[in-house]
C-alpha cells in the first residue's frame, strides 16, 4: 500500500507564491516518477509538471517559467514552488507517483488564487 499527502494549499492574491509538498509512504520500491495534475470547477483535470527518477523535468507550457518542481529522493518527496500566481491556477492540486505500471495518486489540496 502507497499513501500520499499534500500539504500547502491555500488562499493567496495573484502574483504570490506558494510551495505545495506530497510525501510518499508505504511500499514504495522503485519511483519511476512523481508529479502533479490539477482540477479546477467546471473543467478537466490537467498535468501540471513532472519530474523523472533521472531529474528529468516537464511542465505545462501555462506553467513554464512560473511553476518548479523538485523532488528529494531521500525522503520519497515532491514539491511544487508556485510563483506569480494568476486567478486560473486556482484548483485541486493533486500529486501521483509511479511505481513501475502502477499510479498512486493523493487526495489533493486546494489552491485558491484571489484578491
Known amino acids: 500500500q502507497v499513501q500520499l499527502v499534500e500539504s500547502g494549499g491555500g488562499l493567496v492574491q495573484p502574483g504570490g507564491s506558494l510551495r505545495l509538498s506530497c510525501a510518499a509512504s508505504?511500499?514504495?520500491?522503485?519511483?519511476?516518477?512523481m508529479g502533479w495534475y490539477r482540477k479546477a470547477p467546471g473543467k478537466d483535470r490537467e498535468f501540471v509538471a513532472k519530474?523523472?527518477?533521472?531529474?528529468?523535468?516537464n511542465y505545462a507550457d501555462s506553467v513554464k517559467g512560473r511553476f518548479t518542481i523538485s523532488r528529494d529522493k531521500a525522503k520519497n518527496t515532491v514539491s511544487l514552488q508556485m510563483n506569480n500566481l494568476k486567478p486560473e491556477d486556482t484548483a485541486v492540486y493533486s500529486c501521483?507517483?509511479?511505481?513501475?505500471?502502477?499510479?498512486?495518486w493523493g487526495k489533493g489540496t486546494l489552491v485558491t488564487v484571489s484578491p
Open positions: 519530474i523523472t527518477s533521472g531529474g528529468t523535468t
Open positions: 501521483y507517483v509511479d511505481l513501475g505500471s502502477l499510479r498512486y
Open positions: 508505504g511500499s514504495i520500491f522503485s519511483i519511476n516518477a
